[in-house]
């Protein structure tokens, strides 16, 4: 409708307009203001409401008056930006712009085009990324910090203290200009954790009551070692309740390749030889002389990678001390059946009633083996009878040693079968069970006593 109104205003100008110089003089003066009236018309008209939509990869962002009104949006944000990260900001994406007519208020605010450029655009920056085997795998705002974090990175396994004889990358590895997204620039920290670890993802557990290293990593199909590696800084054997446990194993985008001319000392461990000899019982060994290590000095180159020793080869190798020979004397006598074995038997069948240690505030230095009286009693080990009679407390008591300072209780028996000074073999019936002494009822009270101090006898018996 606008458009109709206009074309018949100006038809009706330019017909009063001719009209007049049908009565005026001078028509060609006057036909040439007519010219420059119409052009001046017809370029309000053309002009009058024209505005822009505005796409960028196929994305609306807004409507302005003027192309100017984006583009100075556009290079605010670049500025920002570069004062931020210090480097060269663009993007790569065609813009559009579709001519339209609209009134005032439908032109998009210049705040909120700012917001959809930093939503819809993808800016890029100028920085130095580190290739290995051609891609790129981080990217630092400098050549300098680049190469800073290729130092850390060696530093990790290299320890500046030591000397190594070549310290390098297994991968091919180089810095080069490149331009990438924004949100993928990195600065020195988190570049050198990125390549270290070998992702930015994070997966963890929380630590449930009962859960231990080994049921964590069974649940999710690692190794106690993997998960171990994952988290250096917790100590496996002190896990707490709710503690986070890493999930994900370090896999390094990058090979720390040390070459180290090491200098060590290492052992030489000592060789044993046997002589028999018919001065000690069958199966029983005393050492003639003591064994010594040797010592050897070493120089090696060690290869390792990130930290772990890949092979060593041996340089020069010097003995600075000669191994001792071990010479162990083999019994080859025969032992008497009366000799001690050194392994306690039961002494008697019955029902263990009462354990070593403390009972009625009291300690009790043997255990009780309840049985009827009568039962046979038999001696734990070959040994000598060193006391047999009545004991205070113990009733009908036999005590035999067994050498080596180990001697054996028998008490509360009913009947005594030896005497003192004579020997005994393992196995031989020495006394019954009976209820002598204090007792409570028929039981025998076995001790076992180490250089007269009393010892839990199920420590030994049977082993």
């Known amino acids: 409708m606008k458009s109709d109104s206009s074309s018949q205003t100006l038809k009706k100008i330019i017909t009063d307009y001719y009209n007049k110089l049908s009565i005026c003089g001078n028509k060609k003066f006057h036909i040439g203001i007519l010219v420059v ?6 370029s309000f008209a053309y002009n009058y409401n024209k505005a822009y939509i505005v796409k960028v990869g196929g994305n609306e962002i807004g409507i302005v008056r003027d192309k100017n009104d984006f583009t100075q949006v556009v290079d605010q944000i670049q500025s920002k930006l570069h004062k931020e990260y210090n480097t060269k900001i663009s993007f790569d994406e065609d813009i559009i712009y579709n ?27 100028d920085a130095y990324g580190i290739k290995t085997n051609g891609k790129v795998i981080t990217a630092l705002s400098s050549k300098e910090k680049a190469q800073k974090v290729l130092e850390d990175i060696k530093v990790m396994y290299a320890d500046p203290k030591k000397k190594f004889e070549k310290v390098c990358f297994v991968e091919k590895v180089s810095i080069e200009p490149v331009k990438i997204e924004i949100k993928k620039l990195k600065d020195e920290k988190d570049a050198v954790k990125f390549v270290l670890q070998g992702t930015e993802e994070e997966k963890t557990h929380k630590v449930q009551q009962g859960e231990s290293f ?37 896999k390094s985008l990058l090979t720390v390749k040390t070459i180290e001319k090491a200098n060590y000392q290492e052992k030489i461990p000592y060789e044993v030889e046997f002589e028999e000899t018919d001065a000690i019982y069958e199966k029983e060994n005393k050492i003639k002389v003591e064994g010594q290590e040797g010592m050897k000095e070493i120089v090696a180159e060690i290869i390792s990678h990130n930290g772990i020793e890949e092979s060593k080869k041996i340089l020069e190798e010097k003995i600075i001390k000669e191994p001792v020979i071990q010479i162990v004397l083999k019994g080859t006598k025969k032992r008497p059946l009366t000799a001690a ?7 008697t069948r019955g029902r263990l009633t009462s354990p070593f240690g403390y009972r009625w505030g009291r ?18 080990d070959g040994g000598k009878v060193v006391f047999s009679g ?9 005590i035999l040693d067994h050498g080596g300072g180990t001697q ?4 509360h028996n009913s009947k005594l079968l030896v005497s003192v000074g004579q020997k005994v073999y393992k196995g031989q019936k020495i006394a019954e069970v009976g209820n002598t002494g204090r007792s409570t009822g028929p039981h025998l009270h076995f ?17």
């Not at 964590?216 to 446990?245: G, R, W």
């Not at 074995?341 to 002494?347: A, D, E, I, M």
């Not at 009545?390 to 036999?398: A, D, E, L, R, V």
Request: aromatic share 6%; charged share 25%; proline share 6%.
């Open 99 to 125: 001519k339209i007519r609209v009134e005032d208020k439908e032109i998009t605010s210049s705040e909120k085009i700012k917001k959809e450029i930093l939503k819809t655009l993808n800016f890029k920056v």
């Open 363 to 380: 300690k009790h230095t043997g255990i009780d083996l309840a049985a009827p009286i009568g039962t046979p009693v038999s001696a734990a």
């Open 390 to 398: 009545t004991k205070s407390g113990y009733g009908k008591c036999i």
């Open 37 to 42: 009236v119409i052009l001046g018309i017809f």
């Open 447 to 463: 001790e076992v006593r180490k250089n007269g101090t009393p010892v839990n006898p199920l420590q030994y018996l049977n082993k």
């Open 214 to 250: 080994w049921t964590i990593a069974k649940k999710y199909k690692l190794s106690v070692d993997e998960l171990t590696d994952a988290n250096p800084d917790i100590n496996p054997e002190k896990i707490q309740i709710d503690q986070e446990v890493s999930l994900l194993v370090p």
């Open 341 to 347: 074995t050194g392994k306690l038997g039961t002494p």
């Open 408 to 411: 054996t209780y028998y008490a």
